[in-house]
């Protein structure tokens, strides 16, 4: 699939209407007009990639980051009880749109939203084939790719400001967490 036949593509681009609800250079969180949830939101490179493994490594992490941030708007803002992070990989794993993104799925009790599955048995000799298999491929994981640094403009920042609003971010968290 080509970027100009990319529905994400296009919606990044502005040829198609989205509700944006985040957006830097990189990337877009969008919400998904066809969501599991009020709230279901995409986190999308603004880059085509069609699938996580060719991501860059910084933008994976960067993709992650504002996930993370857009679970925090979603418990802050719609009085939820939990969120479902994930990624639908390839098209055996769901994935229906050839372009990478991480869903963001607001949940509460009873919601009827089923991202179970089936556990499957495997046998010792089964697991230690899978075993030997993943970690003859997974041996270079220590490598990362990188971004070049953008030379940033020097600001000056007064220190209590920004210990006082981490504070401040770090508390809004802990009131989340289930059972405070």
Avoid at 19 to 24: A, F, G, L, M, V
């Amino acid at each position: 699939m080509s970027q100009e036949s990319c529905i994400i593509c296009q919606i990044v681009g502005g040829k198609i209407p989205s509700k944006k609800i985040y957006e830097d250079e990189d990337c877009v969180a969008i919400l998904d007009v066809n969501g599991a949830n009020p709230g279901h939101s995409f986190v999308i490179p603004k880059e085509h990639h069609p699938i996580m493994e060719r991501v860059p490594d910084f933008l994976v992490g960067k993709l992650f980051s504002v996930a993370n941030k857009v679970s925090s708007a979603i418990f802050e803002s719609l009085a939820i009880h939990g969120t479902n992070i994930f990624v639908a990989n390839g098209i055996s794993a769901g994935q229906k749109v050839a372009h990478f993104m991480i869903h963001v799925i607001p949940r509460i009790e009873k919601d009827r939203v089923n991202l179970q599955w089936t556990p499957k048995q495997l046998s010792e000799e089964e697991m230690s084939t899978v075993e030997l298999k993943l970690k003859d491929s997974s041996k270079d994981i220590g490598y990362f790719e990188k971004k070049e640094p953008k030379k940033a403009p020097q600001k000056t920042v007064q220190t209590e400001e920004v210990v006082e609003g981490e504070e401040n971010y770090l508390l809004k968290q802990l009131h989340r967490r289930p059972g405070y």
